[in-house]
Nanobody, 115 residues
Framework: QVQLVESGGGLVQAGGSLGLSCSAS????????MGWYRQAPGKERELVAA???????DYADSVKGRFTISRDNAKNTVYLQMNSLKPEDTAVYYC?????????WGQGTQVTVAS
């Protein structure tokens, strides 16, 4: 069982920056593939960025060049640095951990980008 706790959401003006953190419990963090998803009102949850246990990353086209995902295995934490934020980035952001068939989710953190 892995517990994920997100932090760092909030309100920011368009063009601004915000950093999210996700802290994971347990001792196996380093072997989990981690990701950030988001869900806007009335829309399906979508992948924003992912980082594999080996460090390779993947991004949604809509955030490439603006968002950066990283992980610190010593701190059991995955980060999402969001720059040049747009109103369409407004959503609840969820942290995700995967290992084979095991999938865990955080409770989500609200990010609101004002125009």
């Amino acid at each position: 069982q892995v517990q994920l706790v997100e932090s760092g959401g909030g309100l920011v003006q368009a063009g601004g920056s915000l950093g999210l953190s996700c802290s994971a419990s347990g001792s196996m963090f380093r072997i989990y593939d981690m990701g950030w998803y988001r869900q806007a009102p009335g829309k399906e949850r979508e992948l924003v960025a992912a980082i594999a246990s080996g460090g390779s990353t993947d991004y949604a086209d809509s955030v490439k060049g603006r968002f950066t995902i990283s992980r610190d295995n010593a701190k059991n934490t995955v980060y999402l640095q969001m720059n040049s934020l747009k109103p369409e980035d407004t959503a609840v952001y969820y942290c995700n951990a995967k290992l084979n068939f095991l999938v865990y989710w955080g409770q989500g953190t609200q990010v609101t980008v004002a125009s």
